[in-house]
């Protein structure tokens, strides 16, 4: 995978994206190993691309449909720059909230059996072009400036929710066949595993029995970051959840594997783009 940006993190700042993309890819317009504050929704229909939703990489196949939860990071590997077009939804999380009801929580549509951090659907190929309509109606409303097209993209986006939702009663879970590494999976499992903690790459290299920089030349060739940013990333998205809990930015500096406050408050700032507080005050996202 390509290198990843300096600041991983994404706000999505519209209630509703949605983009039908079939244009020719180039190495820069490709994000490796990021995240964002809501919901994203992709749908694959044609390429040679690989995709990344940590801890497991698969190779899409037509007709798959990836629903990914806030603050899981991903990222594409793409071995044909030619050809690759997908439909891409992003929704904030207090939209989706809103689109359902007590009854309707579609929230369930992004988490599953086997992750609890998204779901994976292969719809057939008699359904593609329903859904691709679907889409394309919504895209088409996002842009446009009539009246009513606001009301009109939730209700189409919820038409697509629940299309989803039926095609995921009757199509069977596709079983994960990841084409990650065994050695960098342990390595997800190990930071999972302590990253309350101050976490460094040698004593990780000595617990899993690898040398340092053999554990961040595969890391890197695996995912497109490099292991100490990744380690870094994790961090933050913790101290994201946590703050969203009400904990104070001094206690979560603690809490999310940090010494010093000055240290954690200025990466937090470079990857959220705001500081601790800010970002306590100004959004409200899944504890």
Do not use: W
């Not at 000595?206 to 490099?226: I, K, N």
């Amino acid at each position: 995978m390509r290198k990843a940006l300096d600041c991983p993190y994404s706000l999505i700042d519209r209630d509703i994206i949605c983009e039908h993309k079939t244009a020719r890819v180039t190495p820069s317009d490709i994000k490796t190993v990021h995240n964002h504050d809501g919901y994203e929704i992709v749908f694959f229909l044609r390429g040679d691309v690989n995709i990344m939703i940590e801890p497991d990489m698969v190779k899409m196949k037509r007709g798959d449909m990836f629903f990914i939860s806030p603050l899981v990071f991903h990222g594409l590997d793409l071995e044909d720059i030619n050809g690759y077009e997908r439909v891409v939804i992003n929704i904030q999380y207090e939209t989706l909230k809103e689109l359902g009801d007590e009854e309707t929580d579609f929230s369930t549509l992004f988490r599953s059996d086997v992750s609890p951090n998204m779901n994976h659907l292969r719809i057939p190929e008699e359904g593609l072009s329903e859904f691709v309509q679907i889409a394309e109606k919504l895209q088409e409303c996002i842009e446009s400036t009539e009246f009513g097209h606001a009301v009109l993209s939730k209700a189409l986006l919820v038409e697509f929710l629940l299309l989803s939702c039926k095609y995921s009663a009757l199509v069977t879970q596709q079983k994960k066949n990841s084409l990650m590494p065994q050695v960098v999976s342990t390595i997800f499992d190990y930071i999972d595993s302590h990253i309350s903690e101050d976490i460094t790459i040698n004593t990780m290299a000595s617990d899993l029995h690898y040398s340092s920089d053999h554990l961040s030349r595969v890391f890197s060739e695996a995912t497109g970051d490099s292991l100490k940013h990744y380690i870094n990333a994790k961090k933050i998205v913790l101290a994201q959840k946590l703050l969203l809990q009400n904990y104070s930015p001094y206690d979560v500096c603690f809490m999310a594997g940090y010494n010093n406050y000055s240290s954690f408050s200025r990466r937090f700032s470079k990857q959220i783009g705001m500081s601790p507080k800010q970002y306590q005050l100004a959004n409200v996202l899944p504890k």
